[in-house]
C-alpha cells in the first residue's frame, strides 16, 4: 500500500488518560500534517513536518498536545490528560518536498472518542 | 485572521443538474486553491486544484473559477451523478510560500437524487 496509513482507526478513552496516533507518509513524501476535524466542519490545520524538523505549529496545538517524527519517516501525535473537547478525527497528510501544500495525499485518519 | 468561508453548507440536486459551491478566503497571501470530496468515512482525496495565475481549470465534469480581486473561488460540476454525492470541502494555501498549511471551509454536503 502506497497510501499514507494512521494507527489506530478507532481509539475510545477515559477523560484524562493519554493517547498516541501513529502515522506512516508515503515514503517518498518529505512534509508531513496533521490535521484535525470535528463533525462538520472542514480539517483544522495542528501541525507540519518538514522531514524530522517541526517547522510550524498551530495555536489549537496546546502543551497537551505534542507530536514527533524522530527519524523523518512516520510520527506520532500524543494527546496527555485528553478532554472531551479533544474528540475529533485526527488526519495525517503528506506531501513531497518542494510543492508546499500542493499534492495533499491524506490518510484515513484516527477517530478519537473521549468518554 | 485566515478564514475560507464556504457556501452552501448543504446542496440538493437532481441527477443530470449542475451543482456551484462558492468559496470566500481572507488571506490575500493565498494562491493555491484545492477543492477535497470526502465521502462518508473516508479520507479527503484531491479533486480539482487552481493556482492564483489561472482564472479557470476543468477537468471533465468538474471546474473551479477564480476571482483573485474579490477573493472568491467556486466548484462547478455539471452532469451530476449519485456518486457525486458527498462532502466536497474548499481550501486555501500559500503555494511556495513560508507557511504550508491549507485553510478548509466549512463544507458542502451535496445530495444528488436519482
Known amino acids: 500500500d502506497t497510501g499514507v496509513s494512521q494507527d489506530p482507526r478507532h481509539k475510545i478513552t477515559k477523560r484524562g488518560q493519554n493517547v498516541t496516533f501513529r502515522c506512516d507518509p508515503i515514503?517518498?513524501?518529505?512534509?508531513l500534517y496533521w490535521y484535525r476535524q470535528t463533525l462538520g466542519q472542514g480539517p483544522e490545520f495542528l501541525t507540519y513536518?518538514?522531514?524530522?524538523?517541526?517547522?510550524?505549529k498551530s495555536r489549537l496545538l496546546s502543551d497537551r498536545f505534542s507530536a514527533e517524527r524522530p527519524k523523518g519517516s512516520f510520527s506520532t501525535l500524543e494527546i496527555q490528560r485528553t478532554e472531551q473537547g479533544d474528540s475529533a478525527m485526527y488526519l495525517c497528510?503528506?506531501?513531497?518536498?518542494?510543492?508546499?501544500?500542493?499534492?495533499?495525499?491524506f490518510g484515513s485518519g484516527t477517530r478519537l472518542t473521549v468518554v | 485572521g485566515e478564514n475560507v468561508e464556504q457556501h452552501p453548507s448543504t446542496l440538493s440536486v437532481q441527477e443530470g443538474d449542475s451543482a456551484v459551491i462558492k468559496c470566500t478566503y481572507s488571506?490575500?497571501?493565498?494562491?493555491?486553491f484545492p477543492w477535497y470530496k470526502q465521502e462518508l468515512g473516508k479520507r479527503p482525496q484531491l479533486i480539482i486544484d487552481?493556482?492564483?495565475?489561472?482564472g479557470e481549470k476543468k477537468d471533465q465534469r468538474i471546474a473551479v473559477t477564480l476571482n483573485k480581486t474579490a477573493k472568491h473561488f467556486s466548484l462547478h460540476i455539471t452532469e451530476t451523478q449519485p456518486e457525486d454525492s458527498a462532502v466536497y470541502f474548499c481550501?486555501?494555501?500559500?503555494?511556495?510560500?513560508?507557511?504550508?498549511?491549507?485553510?478548509f471551509g466549512t463544507g458542502t454536503l451535496l445530495a444528488v437524487q436519482p
Open positions: 497528510a503528506s506531501s513531497p518536498l518542494g510543492r508546499g501544500p500542493y499534492g495533499y495525499t
Open positions: 515514503s517518498e513524501h518529505n512534509r
Open positions: 513536518f518538514q522531514n524530522e524538523a517541526q517547522l510550524e
Open positions: 488571506d490575500s497571501a493565498s494562491n493555491y
Open positions: 487552481i493556482r492564483s495565475n489561472v
Open positions: 481550501a486555501a494555501g500559500d503555494y511556495g510560500g513560508a507557511t504550508n498549511k491549507l485553510i
